[in-house]
């Protein structure tokens, strides 16, 4: 096989393919549209989510393919290219089971769905070359069985995070993710330590292929023309921003505290889902200069970061930060915005001569008044060629390679 000949990608992941913020399988997806057919395969609706979704319109729409499967497939715009969008019907929500038979009989149905749809994706578009490639699901469809009558060229499992630290889906996901590695063909990690847990777990090599950025996006953002987002039309102090989900197992919420009360006279924006619950616990609601502003799609973030002084990561130190390798690091870079992160991994470490890591609360502080006065211009080609290096473009690139070189092996 030539490495010119045509293929498909199937995606398959936990997020949807229409979630709001950035994530690592719509950005893969995002990058491989541009050169070949993707499939993107929506992690299914459980009967639970009728509940809470059923008004919402990505659930309305796709009605009568979660209910009958009908009309499962809908072109769809990312950026500039083109996905189909491929919803499963409604699958069983089997979580709160505890591990057995019942659990993994019920999980077969759920499987069987998936598979289906994916049979009546291989006849209507008549594919014939595909690279199966799934993104941290592990408890779904991990790879392509044996028995499926359309076998993908390479089945690819990816890693995102330390399941174990994720309280949902390790439940069943921290086996699931171990057969996941063991049974696939192509083994990724977005992180050192992940890729090295999973080696010697496995007993085979797993590729490194950090997370990047959607580089034209995001490049010189600093120096382009953006609009002031109406949200940050009122303020005319120094804007401190994050970008991403506010997470409660991942923010140091004491540290984004005294960042608010030392900073008094700068605004703290967050852009992007939070719970509100979690806000709350933590007493952030009450803070005048914090605002959660909601998600944003990926190509207003510039934006923001382009009317913002100083982009952080106030991340909190743990088992489940030392396993990530944040998708935000390399569009700040990109956009050229000085950025200040607590030094919660070893991969973060690794920007050291790039933002300002941190090793303590003092050090934070100190940091970001530094980054204040910084002028960003000094820094910015460095910092813009850093990420271009880094960008989604290179990871597929990178990532093909693995693909040919496994397909010349298995010839």
Not at 41 to 59: A, C, L, N, Q, T
Not at 207 to 231: Q, V
Not at 303 to 319: D, M, Q
């Amino acid at each position: 096989m030539s490495q010119t000949e045509t293929f498909d990608i199937f995606m398959f992941g936990l997020t949807r393919s229409d979630y709001t913020l950035s994530s690592v399988s719509v950005a893969w997806t995002k990058e491989w549209a541009k050169t070949r057919r993707v499939f993107y395969f929506d992690r299914p609706f459980s009967i639970k989510d009728v509940k809470s979704d059923w008004s919402f319109p990505p659930f309305q729409h796709r009605k009568k393919a979660l209910l009958f499967g009908l009309n499962p497939y809908k072109k769809i715009q990312l950026g500039n290219v083109e996905v189909i969008q491929v919803t499963p019907m409604i699958s069983l929500p089997l979580n709160f089971l505890p591990e057995g038979k019942l659990y993994h009989f019920l999980n077969r149905y759920n499987n069987y769905l998936l598979k289906r749809v994916m049979k009546k994706v291989i006849k209507d578009f008549e594919v014939k070359n595909y690279v199966y490639f799934n993104s941290f699901n592990p408890v779904l469809l991990p790879h392509i069985p044996k028995d499926f009558e359309c076998q993908p060229l390479a089945n690819i499992y990816q890693s995102l995070d330390e399941i174990s630290q994720e309280s949902y889906i390790s439940r069943h996901g921290i086996a699931a993710e171990d057969y996941a590695m063991k049974h696939c063909d192509i083994a990724i990690g977005t992180s050192s330590k992940l890729c090295q847990r999973h080696t010697e777990a496995s007993g085979k090599k797993v590729h490194l292929l950090a997370n990047a950025a959607d580089y034209d996006t995001f490049a010189n953002a600093i120096n382009r023309h953006f609009e002031k987002p109406i949200e940050l039309l009122p303020f005319a102090e120094p804007v401190i921003i994050y970008t991403g989900h506010y997470s409660d197992l991942r923010l140091d919420h004491l540290l984004v505290k005294k960042l608010a009360n030392h900073f008094s006279h700068c605004k703290i924006v967050f852009v992007g889902t939070y719970v509100e619950e979690d806000i709350e616990k933590h007493g952030l609601n009450t803070i005048k200069n914090l605002h959660f502003i909601g998600s944003r799609t990926i190509e207003t973030l510039p934006a923001y970061l382009k009317h913002s002084t100083v982009a952080i990561i106030p991340y909190a130190c743990n088992e489940l930060t030392k396993g990530i390798y944040p998708l935000k690091i390399n569009e700040y870079l990109a956009a050229g915005i000085p950025t200040v992160s607590t030094n919660f991994s070893d991969d973060i470490a690794s920007f050291s001569d790039l933002i300002y890591l941190a090793n303590s609360t003092e050090d934070f502080l100190e940091k970001v008044q530094i980054a204040l006065d910084e002028n960003p211009q000094i820094m910015l080609a460095k910092r813009m060629e850093h990420a271009r290096q880094n960008s989604w473009q290179t990871r597929v690139k990178d990532l093909e390679q693995i693909i040919f070189d496994f397909i010349k092996g298995k010839a």
